[in-house]
């Protein structure tokens, strides 16, 4: 079995920590958390998405890296090669389905992002007709020749981008776009909060009415907590065996939940405040931040521009993840041999791009087909973030727990002033594992 190639690792500690914040911060923090929040509760389901994050995603999150770097393979092996039973592999493989699922419908949204970007711009440009405002969302879904060939275009550069292996060059990249992102969100924030009926939709965000959540909003949060910290997926064991050794697992784990929370934060700022205004619903779903975000730049000079160069951001930002979504399948086959990567990239490329088509059509000629937890789309992300996510955290807590010998997971996990090692040990062990399973034996009965 070969170790992880020098060539694929990243280069600094900072590199790992940019990508592995790219994978993590994408559609889930801005697009996903939003529509569920709406869909679910608003305040009380960010009070249990962030209670979620912080005492379950945060040490899932520190047990995945420590695993990576623990096993530096592959991660149909890692399991593996750490136990000693082959066995446990199943763990890597039911990962690498959630994600490949995941990147069908990812790539469904990353699509809407392109034809945006390509009306924006013909607006622009003066080839297109109407304002920012008329764009209409469920116009530009329910078009499945458009949606088609967008994620088409959203798999085709994932695909080119994993091929030539260049994923490191986009470090230097992200420092730029990432920080830039943030204040483009941010000048979204005081331009929403400065909307007629603002002060509803921050209080809509903020304040936790409990009474609002019911049994599937707090599975949803879970979803949702794992969905953005890309949890569940085996894909930030990936990601830490590529990173340097001397990487550390703490404050790299805990930057990156750091850095989700603010921005699905700011997302739900941006958004909330400017519902009313526009005559929106917090339960518009998954268009939500489609609907909202092009009538608040039309309320700015310069809007149709500014809003082009947010839409290029927030492009970028969703592929920092579904290339990661992409490489953790091609590296379970190229297993560390770059030789077979351009071969693997198209192959995985065309096969999600296969089983997006109908995730698509589920907003046009397959809207009728409903099932389930909804349409096929819907279907698609309960059963990834609902279902893998939880049961590949849950059943890796086993791993971690009960074949894993505490003194090597000690050694990676580092020393520290506060001795965190026993109490994080002792939680990933006996708490997390209840706590995940409750949770989701919970929805079953709900
Ligand atoms: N965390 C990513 C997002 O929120 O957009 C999605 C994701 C990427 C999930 C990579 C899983 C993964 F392995």
Same mark, same amino acid.
């Given at each position: ?32 958390? $939003? ?18 994050? #912080? ?10 890296? +420590? ?46 992002? #392109? ?46 981008? *994993? ?15 990432? @920080? ?9 924030? #005081? ?10 939709? *921050? ?30 997926? +085996? ?8 990173? $340097? ?10 930057? #990156? ?24 619903? $917090? ?10 975000? @092009?009538? *608040? ?36 086959? +190229? ?22 088509? @109908?995730?698509?059509?589920?907003? =046009? ?9 909804? =349409? ?19 059943? +890796? ?35 997390? $594992?209840?706590?995940?399973?409750? *949770? ?7």
């Amino acid at each position: 079995m070969n170790e992880v190639s020098k060539q694929s690792q990243w280069k600094t500690s900072t590199g790992f920590i940019l990508a592995s914040a790219g994978s993590a911060i994408g559609l889930g923090a801005m697009w996903k958390f $939003p529509y569920m929040a709406g869909v679910y509760g608003g305040g009380a389901f960010l009070l249990m998405f962030l209670v979620f994050t #912080i005492f379950i995603g945060l040490p899932l999150l520190i047990m995945e890296f +420590t695993i990576g770097k623990l096993g530096r393979t592959y991660t149909t092996a890692i399991f593996g090669k750490l136990s000693g039973k082959k066995w446990t592999n199943i763990i890597g493989w039911s990962g690498n389905l959630a994600v490949f699922v995941l990147f069908g419908f990812y790539s469904v949204v990353g699509g809407w992002i #392109i034809i945006y970007i390509a009306q924006v711009a013909m607006q622009l440009v003066g080839l297109g007709s109407g304002t920012l405002g008329s764009i209409h969302f469920d116009q530009v879904i329910s078009n499945p020749v458009y949606t088609i060939i967008g994620q088409g275009i959203f798999i085709l550069i994932t695909m080119v981008i *994993v091929m030539l292996g260049v994923e490191h060059g986009l470090e230097k990249a992200s420092k730029v776009m990432m @920080p830039l992102l943030f204040v483009f969100l941010i000048l979204i924030v #005081i331009k929403s909060l400065s909307l007629d009926g603002a002060a509803e939709g *921050v209080r809509f965000i903020l304040e936790p009415r409990m009474e609002d959540l019911s049994m599937q909003g707090v599975l949803f949060a879970l979803g949702q907590s794992f969905f953005a910290l890309s949890l569940g997926t +085996t894909g930030m064991i990936t990601y830490a065996s590529y990173a $340097p050794k001397e990487m550390t697992i703490k404050t790299s784990a805990l930057s #990156i939940v750091i850095m989700n929370i603010i921005v699905s934060l700011l997302a739900g700022l941006a958004i909330f405040p400017a519902i009313n205004a526009f005559g929106y619903k $917090p339960e518009e779903g998954p268009g939500l931040l489609f609907k909202v975000l @092009p009538r *608040v730049f039309e309320q700015m000079s310069f809007g149709a521009g500014f809003y082009l160069i947010f839409l290029i951001l927030f492009l970028f930002a969703a592929l920092t993840s579904s290339i990661s979504l992409l490489e953790l399948n091609v590296s379970i086959f +190229t297993k560390n041999d770059n030789r077979k990567r351009t071969k693997v990239a198209v192959i995985g490329s065309v096969l999600v791009f296969l089983i997006s088509i @109908p995730a698509t059509l589920s907003f =046009s000629s397959l809207s009728g087909i409903h099932f389930g937890a909804g =349409s096929i789309f819907d279907n698609m992300d309960f059963l990834v973030s609902n279902i893998l996510m939880p049961l590949g955290a849950f059943a +890796t807590t086993l791993f971690v727990g009960q074949l894993l010998k505490m003194k090597d997971l000690e050694k990676v996990f580092g020393r520290d002033r506060l001795k965190l090692f026993v109490p994080w040990y002792y939680l990933v062990k006996y708490v997390l $594992p209840v706590v995940i399973l409750l *949770v989701f034996v919970m929805q079953l009965f709900k």
